[in-house]
């Protein structure tokens, strides 16, 4: 079964970035289509950007432009780059496997964008 281990959050003003990976443990890591979500309380897991086999990428367009996936199939890590931060991007970020989030939930990684 994977496991999904999320890091890299924290708290950042307007304007600013952060980094978060994800490292994906016990499977086939480079076969895997990889989604990073975003929960705000009460809400629902939505999804932020996908990296498939090809690398191919896809963002929602509230992320477009902002936020940059990646992955590096040697260290089983997904990363998400998101730079021009806004209020609105304050969420715990969580990735998953593709189609349909079928890995067990990790932990997430909180993100906290303040002045």
């Known amino acids: ?11 950042v003003q307007p304007g600013g970035s952060l980094r978060l990976s994800c490292v994906a443990g016990g499977t086939n890591f480079r076969d895997l289509t990889i989604g ?6 009460g809400g629902q ?3 932020v950007a996908i990296i498939n086999t090809i690398h191919s990428t896809y ?4 992320v477009e432009g902002r936020f940059t996936i990646s992955r590096d199939n ?4 997904v990363f998400l780059q998101m730079d021009s931060l806004k209020t609105g991007d304050t969420a715990v ?5 593709l189609p ?4 067990p939930w990790g ?4 993100v906290t964008v303040s002045s």
Do not use: F, M
Not at 59 to 62: A, H
Not at 74 to 77: D, I, P
Not at 93 to 97: G, R
């Open 1 to 11: 079964q994977v496991q999904l281990v999320e890091s890299g959050g924290g708290l």
């Open 36 to 41: 990073w979500y975003r929960q705000v309380p």
């Open 45 to 47: 897991h939505d999804l």
């Open 59 to 62: 963002y929602v367009d509230s």
């Open 74 to 77: 040697v260290k089983n890590t």
């Open 93 to 97: 970020y969580y990735c998953n496997i």
């Open 100 to 103: 349909n989030a079928r890995a």
């Open 107 to 110: 932990q997430g990684t909180q």
